[in-house]
């Protein structure tokens, strides 16, 4: 029932930035964590950050202090600032919702969005 559509990945030149946004649709029952994960070429998956309901985040060290993850809870979107970046954070980059349903967390996974960090 829950889709996340993401958006605005592309490619960007060695210290520029994007801002890619997931939103989610459907029913969710009670919203709980959103955040981002990413995986590299040749690399595992790897958590970016995430966002609580109530607005607290954490991140992962590779990008603390470059990246942000911000929520708008009445348009059910997550967002991605993504600053000062470089070659290794070319990857495709995943959003997810948690949902908390009788007393369990479902976690929705969104498609992907490629960002490609280039000369």
């Known amino acids: 029932q829950v889709q996340l559509v993401e958006s605005g990945g592309g490619l960007v030149q060695p210290g520029g930035s994007l801002r890619l946004s997931c939103v989610a649709s459907?029913?969710?029952?009670?919203?709980?964590?959103m955040g981002w994960y990413r995986q590299a070429p040749g690399k595992e998956r790897e958590p970016v950050g995430r966002i609580t309901s109530g607005g607290r985040t954490n991140y992962a060290d590779s990008v603390k202090g470059r990246f942000t993850v911000s929520r708008d809870n009445a348009k059910n979107t997550v967002y991605l600032q993504m600053n000062s970046l470089t070659p290794e954070d070319t990857a495709v980059y995943y959003c997810y919702a948690d949902d908390l349903i009788y007393g369990a967390i479902r976690r929705y996974w969104g498609k992907g969005t490629l960002a490609t960090v280039s000369s």
């Open positions: 459907g029913s969710i029952f009670s919203s709980n964590d």
